[in-house]
């Protein structure tokens, strides 16, 4: 009996024994197995693939057709280059225009003329001339009793002269009013002071003018060249001459020859180089 019952407490000594082992083995720490060292003559191993979707074949795209830009230093087609429009400059006025041109302005300046437009005396033809009658002034109309026929534009010139500046003085130094003004017939066909030969005069073409004398309102009178005017006339009669250079280019009168002793002689004719040269004598 003794046998058996030392054969069971054996067994129930090994059996808690062995439920007791794996309580310890937590409690006390197995250590890990020391590496060996890689051995040089040994491959190395290859990295495991990763299962990923890296692995899946990825899907292809159907290619998209660009349509090639061309290069920004590239320049494009030239336009066709329009020859530039030649600036075609408008005719010059015929004659008749410019001779209408002139009536219209001694219209608007109160002339009274008469339009001749052709006019002879012997061998001289004038186209372009007028029959000069009477001039508006501010202190009344002048008249012309000669009639005098000349190139329009002298017209103008002349006529500007008795409003602007003749009657003026006439006014300021007689105390009268100018009534009218002798003077010779502007054309003439003759030559220079009346020679045989030499230069053609500017009567001959109607650029020219003489004038003999003012007649006042008042009726007195002041003749050029006439040394017995009282004092305020002769005033007048100097400030005439001397402002008439500011009109034409040729003021001629007594003392500057004998052809010009009684009268003076105005004309628009080319002296010099140049339309500002005057002879004023």
Same mark, same amino acid.
């Given at each position: 009996?003794?046998?058996?019952?030392?054969g069971?407490s054996?067994?129930l000594?090994?059996?808690?024994?062995?439920?007791? /082992?794996p309580a310890a083995?937590?409690d006390?720490p197995?250590p890990?197995?020391?590496?060996k060292p890689?051995?040089?003559?040994?491959?190395?191993k290859p990295?495991?693939?990763?299962a990923?979707?890296?692995?899946?074949?990825?899907q292809?795209?159907?290619?998209?057709k660009v349509?090639?830009?061309p290069?920004?230093?590239k320049?494009?087609?030239?336009?066709?280059? /329009?020859?530039p429009?030649?600036?075609?400059?408008?005719p010059?006025?015929?004659q008749?225009?410019?001779?209408q041109s002139?009536l219209?302005?001694m219209?608007s300046?109160?002339?009274?003329?008469e339009?001749?437009?052709?006019v002879?005396?012997?061998?001289?033809?004038?186209?372009?001339?007028v029959a000069l009658?009477?001039?508006?002034?501010?202190?009344g109309?002048?008249?012309?009793p000669?009639?005098?026929?000349?190139l329009?534009?002298?017209?103008v010139?002349?006529g500007?002269?008795i409003?602007?500046?003749?009657?003026p003085?006439?006014?300021?130094?007689?105390?009268?009013?100018?009534?009218?003004?002798?003077?010779?017939?502007g054309l003439?066909?003759r030559n220079?002071?009346?020679?045989?030969?030499?230069?053609t005069?500017?009567?001959?073409?109607?650029?020219?003018?003489?004038?003999a004398g003012?007649?006042?309102t008042d009726?007195?009178?002041?003749?050029?060249g006439?040394?017995?005017?009282?004092?305020?006339?002769?005033?007048?009669l100097?400030?005439?001459?001397?402002?008439a250079c500011?009109?034409f280019?040729?003021?001629?009168?007594?003392?500057?020859?004998?052809?010009?002793?009684?009268?003076?002689?105005?004309?628009?004719?080319?002296?010099?180089?140049?339309?500002n040269?005057?002879?004023?004598?």
């Amino acid at each position: 009996m003794k046998i058996r019952s030392t054969g069971i407490s054996a067994a129930l000594m090994l059996a808690v024994a062995l439920l007791l /082992q794996p309580a310890a083995g937590k409690d006390m720490p197995v250590p890990a197995p020391k590496p060996k060292p890689a051995d040089p003559k040994a491959r190395p191993k290859p990295k495991p693939k990763l299962a990923d979707d890296r692995e899946k074949p990825k899907q292809q795209l159907a290619p998209t057709k660009v349509k090639p830009e061309p290069p920004a230093d590239k320049p494009g087609p030239a336009e066709p280059t /329009q020859a530039p429009k030649e600036t075609v400059a408008p005719p010059p006025p015929t004659q008749a225009e410019i001779f209408q041109s002139c009536l219209s302005e001694m219209r608007s300046a109160g002339m009274e003329f008469e339009a001749l437009d052709k006019v002879s005396d012997g061998r001289c033809t004038l186209e372009g001339a007028v029959a000069l009658q009477s001039v508006a002034t501010p202190a009344g109309r002048v008249e012309l009793p000669a009639r005098p026929r000349l190139l329009c534009v002298f017209a103008v010139k002349f006529g500007r002269w008795i409003a602007e500046t003749a009657a003026p003085i006439i006014a300021a130094h007689a105390g009268s009013s100018l009534k009218t003004i002798s003077t010779g017939p502007g054309l003439e066909c003759r030559n220079r002071n009346g020679d045989s030969s030499g230069k053609t005069s500017e009567h001959a073409r109607g650029n020219a003018i003489d004038v003999a004398g003012f007649e006042l309102t008042d009726r007195r009178r002041i003749t050029v060249g006439d040394a017995d005017l009282a004092t305020p006339l002769t005033v007048a009669l100097k400030g005439l001459r001397t402002s008439a250079c500011g009109y034409f280019t040729t003021v001629l009168g007594p003392g500057s020859n004998e052809a010009h002793k009684d009268h003076l002689h105005f004309d628009l004719g080319l002296h010099g180089r140049s339309d500002n040269y005057r002879i004023c004598e």
